[in-house]
């Protein structure tokens, strides 16, 4: 049997993890590994799918100190409305900080958690005992970020072959330096070629995270739109928003420009990380709008793209799942900094850089047939394989068998 050990964080890395994890436990002769870091633990919990924290493979002389550190550090940063244990954050924060600790002594160690939070750590000392005792033939990770990016660097060192999917488009961050790289598109395969990455490493699997996206909804567009009283508009936009510095200058265009357009609809879905109390202002301050709506987790956030006539983003991956449901998409970014993702450079939607622009770009994403048959070209290039999960299990078991 041979093992694959997942390293995953929340958000878009255990979306990517999960499928592959779920595939994998139905197959004889692989055995999947999760390691569940922070807020992953929520979503294997959501699923009932076993995983493992740092504590499973930690014992010895020093265990002691481990637990005094993750409940020193516990005590002050658990967050409890996130869904993680008490328990998981213990088990994620002690092994790091002990980690951080051996190598620069408590004070410096201490001072850096202090400057940088969690960005301090990269535990690569965890996670020699972790292949000490698990021995995986393959390690799968998707981000170069603390625990994943430590995972590759011991994994690389020992020879053990390594996987990294890259979550979107390759065109910043870290170059990928595993063994073999999973990418979605051939637009991504580019940009890693471009950074100087030999083609042999890159493969075009799609994206797992995205598999769900191409299912049935479990709400009919009907129903949500007759309970939020929005039945009767003539277009939807669902504004996919995010915690961001500058989220009081996003919300009053956007709500602004929709408070003017009775005959449309705005669905705001907050990011779960928000509590929408600046969108509810601003709400408060144009009088409280009937076509405008926020959401928090009422209902599934596909289900939500699906139904919408034109997304709104500034740059959250919802901005990509409506492209592969081939959707208009407008970008937003009024922070005077460049795109981080390609999505209006590439031209598959329209940036607004400016307050008071995106009356425009809602006029002419509803009136003109040239900027939605040159936007309709552009999502083209984004196209992706709909059963991800299975190229990304073939993948895994071409790479267990080359290295027996």
């Known amino acids: 049997m041979k093992k694959v050990l997942f390293i995953t964080y929340g958000g878009g890395h ?9 595939a994998l436990n139905n197959e004889d002769e692989i055995s999947p590994i999760p390691i569940a870091l922070t807020t992953a633990t929520v979503k294997f919990n959501k699923e009932k799918i076993p995983y493992y924290n740092f504590f499973d493979f930690l014992k010895g002389d020093d265990f002691d100190r481990v637990k005094t ?18 328990q998981d954050s213990i088990a994620y924060l002690g092994p790091s900080m002990h980690d951080l600790e051996t190598k620069y002594g408590y004070e410096k160690a201490m001072e850096m958690f202090q400057t940088i939070g969690r960005k301090a750590f990269f535990p690569t000392s965890v996670f020699s005992k972790v ?11 998707s981000s170069s970020q603390r625990a994943e990016g430590a995972a590759n660097e ?22 990928p330096n595993s063994d073999y790289i999973a990418v979605m598109s051939e637009f991504v395969k580019k940009n890693l070629l471009e950074r100087d990455i030999p083609s042999d490493k890159i493969h075009i699997v799609g994206q797992p995270a995205f598999d769900s996206l191409f299912g049935s909804s479990t709400i009919s567009k009907n129903d949500i739109l007759s309970k939020e009283n929005l039945l009767n508009k003539e277009k939807i936009f669902l504004w996919a928003s995010q915690r961001e510095s500058e989220i009081n200058v996003l919300s009053e265009e956007i709500i602004g420009t929709f408070a003017n357009k009775k005959e449309l609809g705005l669905i705001i879905k907050l990011h779960p990380s928000e509590d929408g ?27 939500l793209l699906r139904l919408a006539d034109v997304i709104i983003t500034k740059y959250s991956t919802c901005g990509l799942e409506g492209i592969l449901l081939d959707k208009p998409l407008i970008t937003v970014n009024l922070s005077g900094e460049p795109d981080k993702l390609p999505f209006a450079s590439s031209g598959a939607a329209l940036g607004i850089y400016h307050r008071g622009d995106l009356t425009k770009a809602v006029t002419k994403v509803l009136t003109s047939p040239t900027t939605n048959a040159k936007m309709k ?7 992706i394989n709909k059963d991800s999960t299975s190229s990304s299990v073939r993948l895994i078991k071409k790479i267990v068998a080359n290295h027996h």
Do not use: C, M, W
């Open 14 to 22: 255990v979306n990517i993890a999960l499928p592959i994890i779920k």
């Open 69 to 86: 550190l993750g409940r020193e550090l516990a005590n002050k940063h658990h967050n409890e409305l996130s869904g993680v244990s008490l």
């Open 131 to 141: 292949f000490d005792v698990v021995k995986p033939d393959l390690v799968v990770t």
């Open 154 to 175: 011991v994994a690389l060192e020992r020879g053990i072959p390594t996987l990294r999917f890259v979550d979107l488009f390759g065109h910043i961050g870290n170059v």
């Open 277 to 303: 109390l600046v969108q509810e202002e601003v709400l408060k301050r144009v009088g409280n709008p009937s076509n405008i709506i926020i959401i928090k987790d009422k209902y599934d956030t596909q289900d």
């Open 377 to 383: 070209e552009s999502r083209k290039k984004f196209l």
